[in-house]
């Protein structure tokens, strides 16, 4: 299962070198006569908006090995990305109202309208106009859902599943599968990396998250026509990728896993791992710089990274930039100098229960102790799967 090839390495970042261009808008797409009018006619209502430094961006992966790759991210942050769908122009309405009930909760109905209203200052959403979608507009539900299991806190969920003709229905999932994400395993792996280079040298756990990250992703104009939002009797048209849309992943992931690369071989921050939006490492507790937008200091490689994030034009909040002798990566309690890892059931269950994974003697077969829940999701497996020659216990939430 172990080998030293695999030690250190991003998936992330690897998948890269290999992973299929993202499409283009395919051209049958192009005989959608009433969308393109109407895109034609009304043309403030539809912008290509990032806060990307797109020539920075290219420039810093001119030595990237698969250019076909590379170009295919650069032309859809330029003219906004396609989401791997068809249509069925002909088949399907050409246009659709599914805009679906009204929030359940006076709670839920002010966070949507706070939300459209954060949406339309950042360039995210359109003017509102209405009351009637116009020729080749597809209308869907936005949905205050909690960020966690049991959390009070909401985040905005468009449900492009909803009804007969969704926009989720015209994206097959063959042709989105395949996206690489690093979890535990591979921060396991340069962990064991290195200390068996460099001994029992103190560190600390870093994680930097990046800022409404689907978001900041451009979609071509044929899809945003097919994303209008519906709220309080006004409509609006959604100019980037979103939560609920089944390609979103792919269009983000292509993204974050250049800017992964480029962290890696172009900036030298070894060691670095990217789970969707969290990015995450390990530094010598000793190596630390200031990084002067938030006036305080952080370990060297994540302050690197934020200056990465910074020339690139990534978005991040100072609250999001965490690290420590301890901390919570996807899910997980890591620590570096104990080697262990924690599982806190809490967020799959009611209960105070935690898995414990001792590293013990961080051997060859200790790093891969993993338990993962569904959807919760450091590796997607249904129950907690455990290697032969580690260790699994539950510990009732303490070491002792």
């Known amino acids: 299962m172990w080998t030293d090839l695999d030690l250190g390495i991003s998936r992330v970042a690897l998948w ?3 992973a299929a261009p993202l499409p283009q808008v395919p051209l049958d797409e192009f005989h959608n006569v009433e969308a393109l009018d109407t895109i034609s006619s009304n043309p403030d209502l539809f912008k290509i908006v990032t ?9 810093l992966l001119v030595n990237h090995p698969h250019q076909l790759l590379v170009n295919s991210v650069v032309h859809g942050l330029t003219f906004g990305f ?16 599914n805009s679906g009930p009204p929030p ?5 109905s002010d966070f949507l309208r706070n939300q459209i209203q954060s949406e339309f200052e950042a360039g995210r959403y359109s003017a509102p106009f209405g009351p009637d979608l116009l020729p080749g507009m597809y209308s869907t539900p ?7 299991p049991g959390s009070e806190k909401l985040r905005l969920c468009n449900h492009q599943s909803y009804g007969e003709f969704s926009p989720n229905s015209m994206i097959k999932r063959v042709d989105i599968a395949g996206v690489k994400l690093d979890g535990i395993r591979e921060l396991g792996e340069s962990l064991r990396l290195f200390r068996r280079q460099h001994g029992d040298v103190p ?13 900041q992703m451009p979609l071509h104009y044929l899809w945003q026509i097919k994303q209008v939002i519906t709220f309080d009797g006004r409509r609006r048209v959604d100019h980037s990728a979103c939560f609920g849309n089944r390609g979103s992943q792919m269009i983000f992931m292509a993204f974050m896993g250049l800017v992964t690369w480029i962290a890696i071989y172009v900036w030298s921050i070894a060691h670095l791992k990217d789970y969707v939006d969290d990015a995450f490492s390990f530094e010598r507790q000793s190596e630390r710089t200031y990084y002067s937008p938030y006036k305080s200091f952080y370990p060297t490689k994540q302050a690197r990274l934020l200056q990465l994030w910074d020339e690139l034009g990534i978005p ?9 002798t301890v901390l919570r990566i996807i899910g997980f309690e890591v620590d570096p100098n104990a080697m262990t890892v924690f599982m806190d059931l809490n967020a799959r269950r009611a209960g105070d229960s935690y898995w414990w994974l001792e590293l ?18 450091a590796f997607g497996f249904d129950r907690p799967t455990v290697p032969k020659g580690c260790r699994f216990e539950s510990c009732g939430g303490h070491l002792d």
């Open 104 to 108: 359940k909760t006076t709670v839920q």
């Open 203 to 215: 560190l600390v756990v870093f994680k930097s998250d990046m800022k409404a990250a689907y978001r």
């Open 51 to 59: 806060p990307i430094n797109i020539p920075r961006f290219k420039e």
């Open 360 to 377: 013990e003697g961080r051997s060859e077969a200790s790093w891969l102790c993993t338990a993962t829940w569904r959807n919760g999701s």
């Open 316 to 324: 991040h909040d100072k609250e999001k930039q965490e690290f420590g």
């Open 16 to 18: 890269t070198e290999s």
């Open 142 to 148: 936005i949905l205050a859902v909690p960020k966690k």
């Open 82 to 97: 396609w989401p791997s769908a068809h249509t069925f122009y002909g088949t399907y309405p050409t246009t659709l109202d």
